[in-house]
């Protein structure tokens, strides 16, 4: 009866984390599971059988590796453990189940990540770092590093003591979808106060002084017309702006182009006011 | 400045060469491989906040499938090593790093297409029973188109990097104010990249509650995730009480 030891699952796990290496478009991650799942094949099946066995990882595959889809690389070595002691399990259902999960895990690895935890932690340590305090990269690069392997591992052992069944479940009764959506919902009202701090847009350069009988009045475009609008309002325009350039599937060099074509517009506009 | 120039090099080859996310997971991001080339250059403190000034166009950068708005990867440590190597204060870095970074998108997609001949190389090999030689695919070819096309460029941008400073200070203010300006404007495409990638029209709300709470209350990032956190466990208890009755 092969068996997993502890040390064959941790392998798999951290070798999970060069899934990456050789990123491709063709199959992405398909060759990088191929290498990160050698441990458990190797030690599953007798030799002959192990080029055969790891066919099924050098397809495409997509996920995201290193925060929360480790749990289909655990639900997979569990499966591979069953249908190397002769359990009912076929290489095509290793596949698919695969597939049906990497999505789905993709997503909310990605929000979790790339859309919570990374522009948290970024806006903090960028201003830590702006102000001149090495704690700015130090503690990004340690707390990134420390929830991601903690997050990252108990994920990998969900998944290898759980198994299938229980992910799927989520799957079906619209659980994971509802996970999904609560993680969305921190990861847009996030990335909402990251647009306050960040996107900066200051018109007040353009200020135009008219003699009056009074006098003269200064008219501030800034002070006395968008901010008493609404404060920020530029800042939300320019976010909106690109969001629909996005939906109309514009690229993003294309956005930046055109970002530093209304940049350039503002700078002429600055010009006449006379200050160059 | 050669061997600086050499270690930047690598730097900016391995911020691509994904080896293990256990280590080049933050590479990705230039407030982390900025640092490490400030430490190469024997320049840490300045160099760290130039890095700092690069990563903040990108606080919204997500790559997902392997398409990406900007790379970070090369505008991080090449950004950082030319803002250090010609003299840059923090705005032109920033503005310099974003434009590094639209440009190098393309060697990140050459990378990405590239690659996919060692994925036939490996079923070859994988045909053959050769395991070692599949794993060898892996990691090692690579390193090498990383190598071409990241860190060469990286290695010969820096050795020019004074040049590049002189050139740069010539600049009438005009062109300097319209990079700032754009500056400021560009972490809106990040920000819309992930409103784009979370977008799903019913949750859209959440988006400007989170700006509203920023901007007119006046609450810190982390507060307003909290209140986040409030909410979205709240709605998830809700759902599943209704689907409970």
Known sequence: MPKLEKKDLVKNWLLGYSSETCYNYERLQGLGNTNAFMPIIRALYPEEKQAEELKKYLIFFNTEPSWMGTVVHGITAAMEEQRANGENVSADDIISVRSALMGPLAGIGDVVSQSICYPILAGVCISLALSGNFAGPILFEVVYKVLMLTLGYNMYMLGYNKGKEAILDMLSTGLLNKILDAVSIVGLMVIGAIACGNVNIDLSFLEWEFPNALGSVVFNVQHDVLDTLLPGILELAAVLGVWGLLRKKAKPTTIILIIFVVAFALVGLKALTGAY | MVLQAILVALIAT???????????????????????????????LKGMMIAAAINLPYIGFITAGGSMPGNAMFAGPVGTALGLAAGLD????????????????????????????????????????????????????????????????????????????????????????????????????????????????????????????????????????????????????????????
């Open chain 2, 14 to 44: 391995i911020s691509t060469w994904w080896f293990s996310h256990t280590i080049t997971r933050t590479w990705l991001y230039p407030i982390w491989s900025g640092f490490l080339v400030a430490l190469v250059m024997g320049q840490p």
């Open chain 2, 90 to 245: 923090y705005t032109q870095a920033s503005v310099v790093g974003v434009i590094l970074g639209s440009v190098a998108v393309f060697a990140w997609n050459a990378y990405m297409t590239i690659n996919a001949n060692w994925v036939h190389l490996a079923d070859k090999y994988l045909e053959q029973g050769n395991l070692k030689m599949v794993r060898l695919c892996n990691y090692v070819p690579s390193f090498f188109v990383s190598l071409l096309l990241n860190g060469l460029p990286a290695f010969l941008i820096v050795m020019n990097g004074e040049t590049f400073g002189n050139w740069l200070q010539t600049f009438p203010q005009w062109i300097m104010d319209g990079f700032a300006i754009a500056g400021g404007i560009l972490p809106a495409l990040g920000v819309g990249m992930l409103l784009n990638f979370l977008g799903k029209k019913k949750l859209i709300p959440f988006f400007f509650l989170g700006f509203a709470l920023a901007k007119f209350v006046g609450l810190t990032t982390m507060m307003v995730t909290v209140v986040g956190a409030l909410i979205a466990v709240l709605i998830y208890y809700f759902q599943n009480e209704k689907v409970g009755e």
